[in-house]
């Protein structure tokens, strides 16, 4: 059973800082090209993070590019987004899963950026 259990959004000020983390089982995580998602409230899901199997290379969205960093700990099964310089448009419900998605998604965790 695939599990995707997003964590570590929150209430923050805009420039401020966060890290989400993604728990991931139920698939071989290991070998899977991963992509963190976000939908506002209103818009479309999109992808904003994509990282290769082994961590080595890293793709973003033009609208987080330079202030997001994705990386992965394949050991823990652990996928993270490093988040600065944070916006209020980053405001959002953050999601993990394939780059391919599956069917299955998390339930995400929320990001609100506001003063």
């Known amino acids: 059973q695939v599990q995707l259990v997003e964590s570590g959004g929150g209430l923050v000020q805009p420039g401020g800082s966060l890290r989400l983390s993604c728990a991931a089982s139920?698939?071989?995580?290991?070998?899977?090209?991963m992509s963190w998602y976000r939908q506002a409230p209103g818009k479309e899901r999109e992808r904003v993070a994509t990282?290769?199997?082994?961590?080595?290379?890293?793709t973003y969205a033009d609208s987080i590019k330079g202030r997001f960093t994705i990386s992965r700990d394949n050991a823990k099964n652990i996928m993270y987004l490093q988040m600065n310089s944070l916006k209020p448009e980053d405001t959002a419900v953050y999601y993990c899963?394939?780059?391919?998605?599956?069917?299955?998604w998390g339930k995400g965790t929320l990001v609100t950026v506001s003063s």
């Open positions: 139920g698939f071989s995580f290991s070998t899977s090209l």
């Open positions: 990282i290769s199997a082994a961590g080595g290379t890293t």
């Open positions: 899963n394939k780059f391919i998605s599956m069917a299955y």
